[in-house]
């Protein structure tokens, strides 16, 4: 018998028509959006999908899959909805957080999270590092994954407690065959002469590397502005530009499409943290209990 996780990925996966950008659209690992296909292939004895350099495509065994998916959830959620006291058990947890942070460890965490219950819904918030400050203090919000260097304490605030951290890497994201790749680490020093890919500015990493790069008495004029990690590594694929971007947000297929990831050690760029924060005073919520402590276990 199939499950509704494994539909709702099959779903993805027919509209994004790739399987690591299904995975992130909703939220879980590649590797469990795979094994859920497989499984479903498995299921029906049939390939569902056709493997090519540039994707998956659907096969006609697929569509026929599809339309089932489609209305087996349909009805599933049509008959949850009948029962108003199941449904009224059930918890939402909103969580604001970037683009970066949701791909990776937020994603991480749902998928946690979906293994132990089924009574807790969570609505993601995507936004820039301030304005999710910001959500979260106007309690719009849960809970905030956010990014923090030392001279900005966000755990600090009125109206925010900080409930977990932990130190992120910076790294120069690069074509294998990029004139540094060799180099076992880089300072900003090394990529002022190359195009550089970014977060959009008012980030707080991107202000940490704008003011390195003043301190080597050169302007910041980044080539490409974008929050999305995937299309940040995309575009960079075969060229000369760098990209930066914290540990957690890279890309899971970095690998294989010919990428690599160098440290930046730079004495101008102030140390960054990964930060759970939550609104204070908090709600009383079992259901945001589990998803505090999925957080937690995903840094």
């Known amino acids: 018998m199939t499950d509704l996780r494994s539909l709702k990925t099959l779903l993805a996966v027919v509209e994004y028509g790739s399987i690591h950008l299904a995975a992130r659209s909703i939220f879980i690992s590649h590797s469990t959006a795979s094994r859920q296909i497989r499984s479903l292939e498995e299921h029906y004895g049939t390939q569902l999908f056709e493997r090519t350099s540039a994707g998956v495509n659907p096969t006609a065994q697929c569509l026929a899959v599809a ?12 008959l949850a909805d009948s029962f108003g006291e199941y449904s009224g058990a059930v918890e939402t947890v909103s969580i604001v957080t970037s683009t970066g942070l949701g791909q990776t460890v937020v994603a991480d965490a749902i998928n946690r999270l979906m293994r132990m219950t089924d009574r807790v819904q969570v609505s993601i918030i995507d936004r820039g590092s301030v304005e999710a400050l910001q959500v979260l203090r106007n309690r719009r919000a849960d809970l905030c994954v956010n990014f923090s260097v030392s001279s900005h304490e966000f755990g600090t605030l009125p109206g925010v407690r900080k409930v977990a951290e932990v130190e992120a890497t910076n790294f120069a994201i690069l074509d294998g065959h990029h004139p540094l790749a060799d180099r076992s680490s880089l300072f900003i020093s090394d990529m002022t002469d190359f195009p550089v890919g970014t977060l959009p500015a008012g980030n707080t990493a991107r202000m940490r590397i704008e003011q390195a790069v003043r301190a080597q008495g050169q302007v910041f004029s980044p080539s490409l502005e974008a929050t999305c990690p995937v299309l940040m590594l995309r575009s960079l ?10 540990g957690r ?29 939550e609104a204070d005073p908090r709600r009383e919520s079992h259901g945001l209990d589990l998803v505090v402590e999925a957080l937690q276990n995903s840094l």
């Open 249 to 277: 947000t890279i890309p899971t297929n970095l690998n294989a499409v010919g990428c690599k990831a160098i440290p930046i050690v730079d004495p101008d760029i102030e140390s960054r943290y990964i930060q759970v924060l």
């Open 237 to 246: 694929v075969g060229t000369s530009m760098i990209a930066m971007m914290a």
């Open 67 to 78: 339309d089932f998916a489609r209305r087996t959830i349909a009805e599933s959620e049509l």
